[in-house]
C-alpha cells in the first residue's frame, strides 16, 4: 500500500469527506443518472450536513486514507451497526461496510486494500460474524475486489439513486466463530 495514515474521522473532515464522496460516486457512476436524479441524490447522501450528522452519530464509524505529508484526503471507508441488510440474511450480528471510496486519482495503489483490512478487523473486533455491503451489478471490478476478500453474493437488492432504482447485488463474508477455550 502507498504509504498513507489511517485514523478517525472528525467534524473537521466534513468537508473534504463530503467532497471525495462526491467527487468518487460521479467518477464512478455519474454517467448513469439523469442530471436532477444525481443531484437530488449527492445532497441527500453528500451534502455536509449529512456527512456531519453521520459522523457524529452512534452507529457510523469512518476510517480516513490521509497522505502523511499533505493530510490530503485520500479514501475512506464507513462502516455502520446494525447493518441496513440484516434481513437478508441469518447472521446474527452482521456489521454493514457502506462506503470504501478512494480519490479517483490515486485507485489501484493499495488504499483501499488498507481500508479495507481495517473494516474487516474492526467487524471480527466487535463480535459481528458477518460484514456486508452492496455493489452495483454492473461494477465488476468492485465485484473482483470484494470476491479477493471471500465475500459472496446473498441477495438481488436495489439502490435508488432519485427515480431512478439500480440493480445491486448484496455481498457478505462470514467470520468463523472464535475457538471455545476450555475452562483453566
Known amino acids: 500500500m502507498t504509504q498513507v495514515v489511517l485514523r478517525a474521522a472528525t467534524l473537521e473532515d466534513v468537508e473534504s469527506l463530503s467532497k471525495l464522496g462526491r467527487d468518487s460516486f460521479c467518477a464512478a457512476f455519474g454517467t448513469l443518472y ?51 441488510y440484516s434481513e437478508y440474511s441469518d447472521a446474527a450480528n452482521p ?10 486519482d490515486h485507485t489501484g495503489i493499495g488504499i483501499g486494500a488498507g481500508l479495507m483490512d481495517w473494516a474487516m478487523d474492526e467487524a471480527r473486533a466487535g463480535g459481528h460474524d458477518a460484514l456486508q455491503l452492496s455493489v452495483y451489478s454492473e461494477n ?45
Open 95 to 104: 456489521m454493514a461496510l457502506c462506503q470504501l471510496y478512494t480519490d479517483p
Open 140 to 184: 465488476y471490478g468492485a465485484q473482483r475486489f470484494y470476491a479477493r476478500y471471500g465475500f459472496a453474493k446473498i441477495a438481488d437488492i436495489y439502490f435508488d439513486v432519485g427515480d431512478q432504482r439500480d440493480e445491486e447485488f448484496l455481498y457478505e463474508l462470514r467470520f468463523s466463530a472464535p475457538p471455545a477455550t476450555s475452562p483453566g
Open 34 to 84: 439523469r442530471a436532477e436524479d444525481l443531484a437530488a441524490f449527492l445532497e441527500q447522501c453528500y451534502a455536509p450536513a449529512a456527512v456531519a450528522e453521520e459522523v457524529s452519530d452512534d452507529v457510523h464509524r469512518h476510517r480516513l486514507a490521509v497522505d502523511p505529508a499533505s493530510g490530503a484526503l485520500l479514501g475512506y471507508v464507513k462502516i455502520r451497526v446494525p447493518s441496513y
